[in-house]
């Protein structure tokens, strides 16, 4: 598994919640930091910082920018997202992401998500491009059970999966890169690290 032994993780930042119950049209376009924990096996390398919007469509386009725009750009062989959606219903367009770094790209989640109730709030409320974003994770599938985890993958098979996740899990269930990410988010949203990634 060298040829993934180096990873970057991101994890988005807390933001507040929408003011309005009823999620109506957003006229003001908020944005929400996003962290990237770069490492070489077990080391912490570096950081990357961006911004996406609140419920947008620029998440892949971002973390793009972010990977190859970076030192790191040569060195990065695997990117690792906290989830599906990163800033709200910023769905990661994982399949663009992958095409476009030339990296395979895993999902972790601590939890198989509701996906019954992600449907409804894409193509119900009034998020950007609900529809476009349904299909994204429709396409993706629903994700496995791997260790304590739930992942999705695109780009590596599922023993090359276990086989990242047991390189890079040193402490608890979730992997440094995306612990560390989280961490890092936390501590620019609230002036020092909170909860759990």
Known sequence: MERHANVVGFDDAPFPPHRDSKAKARTTKTKVKVVGAVFAGARLDGVLLGEIERDGVDAADVLTRLVRGSKFAGHVRLVMLQG??????????VFKLHERTGCPVLVVSRKAPDYAAIRRALLERPIPEGARKWRIIEKLGPMEPLGH?????????????????????LHGHIPEPLRVAHLIATALAFGESRGRA
């Open 84 to 93: 599906i959606a990163l800033g709200g219903f910023n769905v990661v367009d």
């Open 149 to 169: 985890v739930h992942v999705q993958r695109v780009g590596l098979t599922v023993e090359e999966a276990r086989a990242v996740l047991r390189r890079f899990t």
